[in-house]
Structures are given as C-alpha cells and as structure tokens.
C-alpha cells in the first residue's frame, strides 16, 4: 500500500502506448489515476477532462497515466469512441490492470464498492519517485480537476520555496512561512517582516 513520503510502489505494466514502468518515468512528476470501467458515463467525462488539462501538467513536468481493470483491447476501443463522438484526443498512456497487481499493490480496490472494478484515486508521485499525496473518491462521483491540478502547483511550490500552502491556496496567493521552532527563533520571526497574525502564523508573498 502507498504511504506518503515513502517511495511509491514499483510497477510494470503493459498499457495503451506499451509496456511501462514506474522508473521509467524517473525526474518527472507522475499523477497516477484510477477510473472503475471503460464505456461507462462518469470515467468518459473524466477522461475529458484530464486530457482537456494534460497540456498544462506537461509544462509542469507531469506525466498522467491512467488504469482500469480492463485490456488494451478495450481501452484503445473507448479511446477510439472518446475521439469520434467527442472529439478529444487521449493523450496520456492508460495501464491495463486484468490482473488486479497494480491495483492491489496501491490500494485501489475497495470492496465495500466493488471487489472488480478499482475506485476513483489519484496518486500524486515526485520527480524522485516519492508519494506526496493521494485522493479517493467514490465510484460515483468525478474527480474536480481543478483540485488536481492546485494540488500538483501547491505541493511544486512547496517545494521550490520551502513553504507551506494555506487553504484554498491558489497560484499568486500568499503563502505560511514555515513555524519557528524555539523562543529565540519567535523572538525573530515577529521582526522579519513578514505579515504575522501571531508568532506560529505568517505569511508572505513569493
């Protein structure tokens, strides 16, 4: 089972643009997700929408890939019929998990759902191959993928700055200056300048 922080569970599978690996997708960020069936109605629109976005994570330097417990067979044929009746082109590869190994192996299946068909999640793996978050949702609900995508941006930013991002962080919001940790350290922070509600509360922009 995934656990955050720790490195993310290797696979091997075989999917819509071949075999894959998670290594080999090392140095990017990878947004794994899973979708409970092919043809069917909430994983289409889903599907559209992720790829209506796949642009905007490639320029953050994430890869999606996408797994249901169906074949390549019938993963190309939905893909297809994605193409001809919406328009749409699927861009990203999808697993095709017959075997249930890389659905089990992350946690996919819930049975109070469904013992054969994975539920919605979304891992969200480093460019170092480390699990920085997960989201479940229920096979009947889809996925908000503009949380997806703040989520990715927020957990970048983190990183790249060091800090922590508040709720209902957005791109250009201000964000919390990491708490100090010893008097001294409070004793500083109240004259850095930062805009401080109390000592355990700042924030700042980037």
């Known amino acids: 089972m995934p656990v955050i922080g720790e490195k993310a569970p290797e696979f091997d599978a075989l999917t819509t643009h071949g075999p894959l690996k998670l290594s080999d997708l090392a ?8 979708h409970p069936a092919d043809f069917t109605p909430v994983c289409t629109t889903e599907f559209i929408a992720f790829a209506g976005m796949a642009d905007e994570l490639a320029k953050l330097n ?11 067979h ?60 997960m989201l479940y949702y229920p096979m009947s609900s889809g996925r908000s993928m503009p949380e997806i995508l703040r989520l990715t941006k927020a957990l970048q930013t983190a990183d790249k700055h060091h800090i922590a991002t508040p709720a ?31 000592w355990y509360l700042c924030f700042k922009k980037l």
């Open 74 to 133: 019938s993963h190309l044929a939905w893909v297809r019929n994605i193409k001809e009746k919406m328009g749409v082109d699927i861009p990203f590869p999808i697993i095709a998990d017959l075997d249930m190994k890389v659905a089990k192996r992350y946690g996919m299946l819930h049975p109070g759902q469904s013992s054969t068909s994975t539920i919605r999640t979304v891992f969200f793996i480093d460019d170092k191959g480390i699990m920085r978050a």
């Open 62 to 72: 994430v890869q999606l890939v996408g797994l249901s417990i169906d074949s390549v």
């Open 168 to 198: 209902n962080w957005e791109p250009g919001d201000k964000v919390i200056v990491p708490a100090p940790k010893t008097p001294k350290e409070i004793e500083k922070r109240m004259q850095e300048g930062y805009e401080c509600k109390d």
């Open 27 to 34: 140095g990017k960020w990878v947004i794994l997700f899973s």
